[in-house]
């Protein structure tokens, strides 16, 4: 049963490793299609072009190959990345709604915060590191 439950903890990061890994790439070659999932406009061009499509693309693919190298080798250091990624990135949703009269978006925050959660039940189902 313990060995199932270790299995299962590993479902969601290789889910959120093929998430983000299509997003990443997606903000790479189709931004304006990648824009749509979040709601948002794309710039017309220049600095805020830029910025946005590297930002998304960099936090993205680092999230998804973060992930991936905590799965292929079973290092539980690999999740914490993702986990500071997406807990910053809530908290910033939180700070922006509550202080500086953004929209409140739960519907956005709630689940990253369930995917911090996710992750972190996965690092714990990892073996801890063996010392040398």
Do not use: K
């Amino acid at each position: 049963m313990a060995r199932f439950l270790r299995y299962l903890a590993q479902l969601p990061p290789v889910l959120l490793a093929l998430i983000f890994g299509a997003q990443g790439i997606m903000w790479l070659v189709n931004p304006a299609r990648a824009v749509r999932f979040w709601g948002f406009p794309l710039p017309e061009g220049g600095m805020g072009l830029s910025s946005m499509i590297g930002a998304l693309a960099g936090w993205s693919l680092t999230i998804a190959v973060c992930l991936l190298l905590a799965l292929i080798r079973r290092q539980r250091f690999w999740y914490y990345p993702p986990m500071m990624i997406l807990g910053f990135l809530a908290l910033g949703r939180i700070v922006a709604g509550t202080l500086h009269g953004a929209p409140s978006l739960p519907g956005r925050f709630i689940p990253e915060l369930v995917f911090v959660a996710l992750l972190y039940l996965a690092a714990r189902a990892t073996a801890a590191p063996r010392d040398a």
